[in-house]
């Protein structure tokens, strides 16, 4: 019995160790500079927006702080900090939208957050998540870029 399981553990360890398979299309240099683990992967923080707790009624102060709001998302998507952001649909656990910012730690993403007037005053709130994804997903802001036909 001693003889199969060490049998038999022997093979999955093989498996383990011998069963991975390299990437013929791995850019060393370019997961150098993604900041890539071995399985091309990074940490990011994932951030869910959601209703904040001003219920102020003022448009022109709304309108304010949501234009401040799109400005900082462009400046951080610039500065490459911000890699995703977008809104939700209506739902009903008052989430606004998304962002994936391009930092490592919480503290990092509290920090770029502190910029977003509609955060700022409270107009939303923010919910912060470590997130594991494809170091290559800031490749996507190019490609992004070129495909919306309107601006806001």
Not at 120 to 144: N, Q, R, V
Request: glycine share 6%; net charge negative; with cysteine.
């Amino acid at each position: 019995m001693n003889r199969l399981f060490l049998l038999v553990l022997f093979g999955f360890l093989s498996l383990c160790v011998f069963g991975q398979t390299p990437n013929s299309n791995y850019d060393e240099e370019l997961a150098k500079e993604l900041g890539a683990d071995d399985y091309g992967m990074k940490k990011y923080i994932f951030v869910i927006l959601k209703t904040g707790t001003n219920k102020t009624e003022d448009k022109a102060f709304i309108d304010s702080c949501f234009a401040g709001h799109l400005s900082n998302i462009k400046r951080l998507v610039e500065e490459q900090k911000l890699i995703v952001a977008g809104p939700f649909f209506e739902n009903e656990k008052d989430y606004r939208g998304l962002f994936i910012l391009n930092v490592d730690t919480k503290e990092k993403a509290i920090e770029i957050l502190k910029s977003d007037p509609a955060i700022k005053e409270d107009l939303l709130s923010s919910e912060l998540f470590e997130w594991y994804g494809s170091a290559a997903l800031p490749l996507y802001l190019e490609a992004s870029d070129k495909v919306w036909k309107i601006g806001y």
